[in-house]
């Protein structure tokens, strides 16, 4: 299915759509019927005319006075986001991160299933690891020939990414959350998050360094 | 040291400063004298004007004609980014994530130095954890009184998340590195950095939803 209406939405929005979700969940799980535009706001930290904004991308679904019907915008929005798709992911990098990530509840929880395991050390190719088995790094273009792969999850140190993404694409791999603490180059059709923890430090440290008191 | 004219930048900033910083690095350690805005804006994917106008708030770094030098602006940026301390970090889940963060090499290197490791399962309180002994929950506020906590790791479910993070904030800790899938509320003075994986994984499950083919 494809909304061509939702073709130029930022990132942004996609965020704030998916902190939405994570709440009307929550309601809808204790059975409420109806959420207004202001206690979204107050639980994303953003303001209410954000939250109308954000949803009247989408159609009219909130009713002036009324509220938004808290199950309905739940399950479009699930639709929006994709997550009624099982999304066939790899994870490259067997370490802890990987592993970490692998065992996460959001990850089934949101319809990722991982079909593979690579690393290219030689020690770790051939273990198991969960109900997958370590493959080598280099028979992963074959292997996405004979079995279709979504994502590719990147946890592996930063000399060697931008190497491994490139194999990556060249295999036809469209999607990919990075680990690594560098920014990849890839194709503009390509999509790309990266989940820079060194950054997030950086950040603390910024804000701690240049605190008020 | 503070620096009072760093108050008012933007987190947008912080970031690219944390990549400048990254690559500058590389370039120092392979021997490089100088950067151009040009060389820099093309390997943090943004423009060189945005470079220019990044580090002009910190000084006069570059020469017209010259580029910037690469030493220099990367022990100024470390000072910036605050990466000479030695931040105390504890880290409150004894789980998979933050046993992965505590042995991320970018942790270390830059500075961050766990000093305790809180759970509130019974059957993980005073387990050996790396050189650590997980400690129960209840006990931070009175640690924290012993020993200066800068920084609380919170990698936990999200529906413990709040709970712990009003605990936290009590107990005097003015930075919370987030890895729970939710927003936190916390008063304004204190800095929180929030990895939210499920929100990455919805960008891409949005990505490839609406992809153009």
Known sequence: MTHPT????????????????RYLEELDGSGQATASSDALAHLCLTTPAQVRKDLSFFGSFGKRGLGYPV????????????????????????GKIGSALAEYRGFRQRGFQVVGVYDKNPDKIGRAWGDATVRDIAQLPADVQSQRVDIAVLAI?????????????????????????????????????????????????????????
């Open 6 to 21: 939702t073709k130029r939405i930022a990132d942004s929005t996609v965020r704030r759509l998916s902190m939405y979700l």
């Open 157 to 213: 140190p930063s000399d060697d990414a931008q190497d491994v993404v490139d194999r990556i694409v060249e295999a036809g791999i469209r999607a990919i959350l990075n680990f690594a603490p560098t920014q990849l180059h890839v194709p503009s059709q390509i999509a790309v998050k990266t989940v820079n923890m060194a950054m997030e430090l950086e950040g603390l440290s910024f804000a701690l360094t240049n605190r008020a008191d």
């Open 71 to 94: 199950h309905e915008l739940t399950v479009r929005l699930r639709e929006i986001l994709g997550l009624g798709h099982a999304w066939q992911v790899v994870i490259v990098g067997a």
